[in-house]
């Protein structure tokens, strides 16, 4: 299957602070890139959808201002949490879709984010 | 009610047994099936991938849809203790995924 890679695999920040996730697409081009939180014995819950070129569009409940996305390419799309607080931290993947067929998707590694 | 609805689990069962995970979903509009393995602490991984109705078989694992039921299915055959992980059901439609919440399964040596 397509390769999607995510990093850092896991960051420890102090509040405050600021961290960026990016999210990378190997082996094909990514349409669409979604950014999920998974907390510990949960689903997916999905924080926003991002196309390349255009702005995300947030879940309900997600402030924008917070998690800010980019996918500035057909590869690459990133989330950087401002101003972190320890309820941020959590369990953040990220997941795409390729240009050639939008109902598959294919996942990273995940981010395991601590704040301190 | 939810998109899809999946039963938590756990599931533990011995090796080499056959193991039957299964979701529900609500919409019969809906096509596009998955099913992810996810283990501890990692991403989820693509493991089958249906369109419509019908079985898939990929060596151990089969998926089933049932759409006259809304029904979906992923049975593992000659299950390993490298099987243990979190199942994930997942349906496209509307432009979104939809998953749900995932079925532990624990195969004991």
């Known amino acids: 299957g397509a390769v999607v890679s995510q990093h850092p695999s896991w960051v420890i920040c102090k509040s405050g602070t600021s961290v960026k996730i990016e999210c990378r697409s190997l082996d094909f081009q990514a349409t669409t890139m979604f950014w999920y939180r998974q907390f510990p014995k949960q689903s997916l819950m999905l924080m926003a959808t991002s196309n390349e070129g255009s702005k995300a569009t947030y879940e309900q409940g997600v402030e924008k201002d917070k998690f800010l996305i980019n996918h500035a390419s057909l590869t690459l799309s990133t989330l950087t949490v401002t101003s972190a607080h320890p309820e941020d931290s959590s369990f953040y993947i990220c997941?795409?879709?390729?240009?050639?067929?939008?109902?598959?998707?294919?996942f990273g590694q995940g981010t395991r984010l601590t704040v301190v | 009610q939810k998109e899809v609805e999946q039963d938590p689990g756990p599931l533990s069962v011995p090796e080499g047994a056959i193991v039957s995970l299964n979701c529900t979903y609500s919409?019969?509009?809906?096509?596009?099936f998955m099913w992810y393995r996810q283990y501890s602490r990692k991403g989820p991984e693509l493991l089958m991938y249906?369109?419509?109705?019908g079985n898939k078989e990929d060596g151990r694992f089969t998926a089933q849809v049932d759409k006259s039921s809304k029904y979906i299915s992923l049975f593992i055959r000659d299950s390993q203790p490298s099987d243990s992980a979190t199942y994930l059901c997942a349906i496209f439609g509307f432009n979104k995924f939809y998953f749900g919440s995932g079925t532990k399964l624990n195969v004991k040596p």
């Open positions: 997941s795409a879709t390729s240009t050639v067929q939008n109902t598959e998707a294919f």
């Open positions: 919409n019969s509009a809906f096509q596009y």
């Open positions: 249906t369109y419509s109705s």
